[in-house]
C-alpha cells in the first residue's frame, strides 16, 4: 500500500503536523507500506481557481501543471489521508482550494451528455482526520460533525467515488487530549496498513 499524506497548516510545528507524522509513522510501521507526505502550505500550492481551471471545467482548455502533477500524486497512492484543523467548522481554505482545483471534471468525475454521473475515483480509498479545539458535546448540540461529514465524506468524495473509511474528528479541549490524539494518529496509520491486507481497504478495523 501506499498512502498520501496531505495536510494544510502554515506551521510546520503544529499539532496538525504532529498528527500527519504520527499517522505516517503507523502507516510505515509495517515496511511493506509506503508513504508520501504533501504539506500544502510549505509546497505553496496555489488555491485559487482560476479561469485555467474554469476553462478545463468546461472542456475548453488543459489543466494547469500543478494541478496534473497533485493529480500524478493521488493517482500512485491506494489511500488518501487528508489531516487538518478546523476553521469555522469545516476545512481550512488552502485544503478546500486544493480539492477544488485537483479534483477536477474529466479525472474525479465526468457529467456524460446524458446527464449521468460517472465517479472516477472508486479505486481511491479515503481517511479524514479532522482536529478541533471545541469539545464534543458543542459538535453533538449544533451538529457540527454531521454536518461535517455530509460536506466532506460524501459530498465531496461520495460524489467522486472515492470511499472513505475513516473519518475522525479529534477534540483538543486540553494537553491529555493532544497525547490521546498523538497516540490515536498512529493508530490510524497503523490500521490502514493492516486494511491493507485485505483485497480492497474496507473500515480499517475489518480485517
Known amino acids: 500500500m501506499h498512502a498520501l499524506v496531505v495536510t494544510s497548516h502554515p506551521e510546520p510545528a503544529s499539532l496538525t503536523h504532529a498528527i500527519a507524522r504520527q499517522v505516517m509513522a503507523g502507516i510505515e510501521s509495517d515496511p511493506s507500506h509506503t508513504g508520501e507526505m ?3 502550505a510549505a509546497e505553496g500550492f496555489d488555491p485559487r481557481f482560476t479561469s485555467v481551471d474554469h476553462e478545463l471545467f468546461l472542456r475548453r482548455g488543459a489543466a494547469d501543471p500543478g494541478v496534473l502533477a497533485e493529480q500524478r500524486r493521488i493517482d500512485r497512492a491506494d489511500v488518501l489521508v487528508l489531516v487538518y ?6 476545512m481550512p481554505g488552502l485544503l478546500k482550494g486544493w480539492i477544488d482545483r485537483v479534483f477536477a471534471q474529466g479525472w474525479a468525475y465526468d457529467e456524460l451528455p446524458d446527464g449521468r454521473l460517472m465517479k472516477r475515483l472508486d479505486r481511491l480509498a479515503v481517511q479524514l482526520v479532522a482536529i478541533g479545539a471545541a469539545d464534543p458535546g458543542t459538535y453533538a448540540r449544533h451538529g457540527y460533525s454531521q454536518a461535517m461529514r455530509t460536506q466532506i465524506d460524501h459530498g465531496i468524495f461520495g460524489y467522486c467515488g472515492a470511499r472513505v473509511v ?3 474528528i479529534m477534540m483538543l479541549p486540553d494537553a491529555q487530549a ?5 497516540r490515536r494518529a498512529f493508530t490510524i496509520g497503523r490500521e490502514l496498513a493492516r486494511a491493507a491486507g485485505c483485497d480492497t481497504i474496507p473500515e480499517p478495523t475489518a480485517c
Open 166 to 168: 475513516g473519518s475522525e
Open 38 to 40: 504533501a504539506d500544502l
Open 178 to 182: 493532544r497525547e490521546d490524539a498523538l
Open 85 to 90: 484543523p478546523i476553521y469555522w467548522w469545516s
